[in-house]
């Protein structure tokens, strides 16, 4: 039996301590941090294994979002 492939963006960003925080919007509280981003790579596949697991339990498809870009916005306060 063949394992199904699944695709899911993942946001990457850096906080101001330096810190990479990766979260996968299609996965409802799916994120994690590392200081590196080996590290972070590592992490956000255990972080996403564990969604699927509890995701499974559910019932409904897994989302499948598509990437579309990514805009970063400037706003005076």
Known sequence: MSKKI???PVVIEQDEDNWYVATVPSLRGCHTQARTLAELDERIREAVALCLEIE???EGEIPQNKFNSVHELEIAV
């Open 6 to 8: 699944l695709h899911f």
């Open 56 to 58: 499974s339990g559910k």
